[in-house]
Each structure stands twice: as structure tokens, then as C-alpha cells.
């Protein structure tokens, strides 16, 4: 008998059709710091662990018989509650926050689906914005952070504008609010700055002020080539994040960020090099560099944050030819593969996006007959039609599944 014991989640997106987070700062304000006076780029040393996929062991089964608990939670679909996007999702106790990047809004409930309020706030003044690109929530001290063009944003737990700092030279692709107030900043590809701020990471104190910064990053990488994310951060109180072309994650903790985990992918992985080779070179464009990549069979982290749930971690990889899910047990550190293709034991099959995690959960938003497979699977009792109705009526509808600890 082989024991693993992980949880996962699924969102109905396609994993290949990823969108961009980019969030510009651009307007200038006298206590915040250029990106060109920030510390020098500090050194992340040598990964704590290894994750080796190369050799992880194949999940060829069904779906459902990975499953162990699964339910889900119905949002309100009153009109103050509604949105176009899940763009970022974060679980707490007793709010479920959506960020709805095209929208321009957050909108929160509680811990049953119930509508509690909003933050929709355009214009140009004190607590408005104009463009809202990311955002983060800190459950310790109640307090959201907006990232939008020019400047940071600070509201309560209940959506009241607390404050707001304008910030100066600094471009960012996610953030993610620490437990001692300060921010966590990834560049990614759009991390270089002109005179010297080539950097990938950053900390912020809680004026928006540089005070360390961390990966240093070519200065000719063009923006046109970027892959995009949903969400370079996980969700988590001391999240990890990922960039493209990358083997490694780094943890944002205390008051230092370090790479935690660097993923062996074997004699195929990405060259460490494949940024200065390719991404720099005005020759490649978006297009040639995918096909560099599956033309030699090159794997990498691929497609969203990592998600931490428990003792477990999982993310996607690829070789743009074929799309797999890295299961990673902290603890025993092993490591089980599984296609993004996945069938359960009626016949039906979904490609699958891990956004998010609460507790033992990892959380999807699928409307798709294929959860709804698994789920009638598992719970045998339940109302299959009214939860087919509410999904066929285009009620939001989030699954939140923990798997089994034991696979025969």
C-alpha cells in the first residue's frame, strides 16, 4: 500500500490561458523610495530543499478516487455581490474575499457564501484608484492592501479606507501583506528599473519604502516576451512565490525572503541560463521562445503560485508539451505527478487550476459536470439536481477537497 497524503483543488480555466498581473506605480511622492535608492540586491543563498519531480512517482488513476472530503460553498448572487472574474481568491476563518481584477472591485463574504460588502472605488481621490491590479489580506490584523497605478491602498476588515501611500519608479506583477505590516513585492520579467534596480523580489515597510531587495535580473529582458500569472504568491501567512522561467520559490518570511525550494527536473530542466539566452535577445519573440522550450523538451514551474495546504504543496509544471501537477509532501518529502487532464470513473474529463487553499483544502471554482461527478461520488445523499440547477443558473460556486491519505 503507498501512502500520500495531500489535498487539492480545481478551477475550471484552462491552465495554458494565463493572465498577467502587472501593476505599475508610476506617480512620485517625497517619502517613498525609487527603486534606484533601494539597498543592494541581497543574497537568497542555496534552497533549503530540493523537490524532485524528475523522479516523483505518476498518478494515472481516477480523480475521484483520490478524494477524500469535498464540499462547496454557494456565493450570494445578489446584484452588490456580483462579479465577472475570480482573478485572486482568498479563504480566511470568515471571509471568502474575490478579487475581480475586471471589475475593479473586491468583493467578500462570509464563511457560508453570504454577501457582506464591497470595495468598488474609482476616481482620483483619497482612497480611490483608478486601476486596481492586485491585492492582498492580512487575517491577523484586518487590513487589506490595494495595489493600483500610483500609489497603495489601506482598508479594514469591513472596508473602510484607512490610508494610502504614493509610490515612485516601482513596477510590480503581485503582492502579498506580511504579519508585521510590511509588503511583499515580485517583479517577475518586469523587474528591471533602468539605473541599477534590476531586481525580482523586494520588501516594503509599511510607508511603501524599499528596505531589501532580492534576485538581481537582467536588464534586458523585454516585456513582450512575459508568460503570465494568476498570482505569483501563494495564499498563505508566509507565502511562497514563483516567477516564469524559474526552478525556485521563494519564501517571503519575517523580515528576509530566501529560497526554500528549488525543483530538480532532471537532465531536461530549463537552463538557469534561459533568461540571459533567450529573454534578452531581441531576435526571439513570445512565440519562438514556447517553441524553444517544446522543441527541447525543457521543464519549468509553470502556470500560478504554489499552494500550501497542511503538509503539503502543490504547483504545475510543463514542457508546453505535456502539463502535469507536482503533489509535494513536506514532510516525508516525496513527490506524486498527475496529468492537468483529469477523468473521473463516469467517463468525464476537465483540465484543472489550483488558485487557492484553506486549511486541508485546496479551493476551485468548477461549475463543470465533472466536480459535480466526483461530488455526487463522494456524497451519495445529496441533492444532485438543485446543486446542477444552481450551477446551471450561473451561481458561483466554490469546492473546497481534501484527498485521501491512503491510495490503495
Known amino acids: ?21 502587472s501593476i505599475i506605480f508610476c506617480t512620485a511622492c517625497s517619502n517613498s523610495a525609487s527603486v534606484s535608492d533601494a539597498p543592494p540586491v ?10 524532485n519531480v524528475a523522479d516523483a512517482e505518476k498518478f494515472d488513476g481516477y480523480f475521484n478516487e483520490l478524494v477524500e472530503d469535498i464540499y462547496y460553498v454557494k456565493l450570494d448572487t445578489q446584484q452588490e455581490a456580483l462579479f465577472s472574474e475570480i482573478t485572486k481568491l482568498i479563504v480566511t476563518d470568515k471571509r471568502i474575499i474575490v478579487f475581480d481584477r475586471a471589475g475593479k472591485r473586491i468583493i467578500v463574504f462570509n464563511e457560508e457564501g453570504d454577501f457582506l460588502f464591497k470595495i468598488l472605488n474609482p476616481g482620483d481621490g483619497p482612497g480611490q484608484y483608478k486601476d486596481l491590479q492586485t491585492i492582498s489580506y492580512n487575517e491577523e490584523n484586518g487590513q487589506f492592501v490595494l495595489a493600483a497605478n500610483g500609489k497603495f491602498l489601506w482598508y479594514d476588515r469591513n472596508g473602510k479606507f484607512i490610508r494610502e501611500v504614493k509610490t515612485l519608479n516601482a513596477i510590480a506583477d503581485d503582492v502579498a501583506l506580511l504579519p508585521n505590516n510590511q509588503i511583499g513585492i515580485y ?26 531587495t532580492y534576485q538581481p535580473f537582467p536588464k534586458n529582458v523585454r516585456v513582450e516576451n512575459i508568460t503570465g500569472f494568476y498570482s505569483h504568491f501563494s495564499i498563505s501567512k508566509y507565502p511562497l512565490a514563483v516567477g516564469v522561467y524559474s526552478h525556485d520559490m521563494l519564501r517571503f518570511k519575517d523580515d528576509r525572503v530566501f529560497v526554500e525550494y528549488r525543483v530538480d527536473f532532471g537532465p531536461d530542466a530549463m537552463p538557469d541560463d534561459f533568461i540571459e539566452t533567450y529573454i534578452t535577445d531581441p531576435a526571439y ?26 503538509d503539503y504543496l502543490l504547483f504545475n509544471f510543463s514542457n508546453r508539451n505535456n502539463y502535469y501537477y507536482a503533489l509535494y ?4 518529502e516525496s513527490v506524486l505527478s498527475i ?22 483544502y485546496f479551493i476551485t471554482k468548477n461549475g463543470s459536470k465533472f466536480i459535480q461527478n466526483v461530488y455526487a461520488n463522494l456524497k451519495a445523499e445529496t441533492n444532485r439536481d438543485e446543486l446542477a440547477k444552481a450551477i446551471e443558473n450561473e451561481v458561483p460556486v466554490l469546492w473546497f477537497i481534501k484527498f485521501k491519505t491512503q491510495l490503495e
Not at 517583479?187 to 531589501?212: C, H, K, P, S
Open 329 to 332: 509532501n513536506k514532510k516525508e
Open 42 to 51: 541581497g543574497d537568497l543563498g542555496t534552497a533549503s530543499k530540493v523537490i
Open 285 to 310: 519573440t513570445s512565440d519562438e521562445v514556447r517553441n524553444v522550450i517544446a522543441e527541447n523538451g525543457y521543464w519549468s514551474i509553470y502556470g500560478g503560485a504554489p499552494q500550501e495546504a497542511g
Open 1 to 21: 500500500m503507498k501512502t500520500y497524503c495531500f489535498q487539492i483543488i480545481a478551477i475550471m480555466k484552462h491552465t495554458r490561458l494565463l493572465i498577467s498581473l
Open 339 to 360: 496529468s492537468t487532464k483529469l477523468k473521473e470513473s463516469s467517463g468525464s474529463e476537465s483540465y484543472l487550476y489550483f488558485q487557492s487553499a484553506f486549511q486541508d
Open 187 to 212: 517583479y517577475d520579467v518586469r523587474g528591471n528599473f533602468g539605473d541599477g534596480g534590476e531586481i525580482r523580489a523586494a520588501v516594503l515597510n509599511e510607508q511603501a519604502t524599499i528596505i531589501n
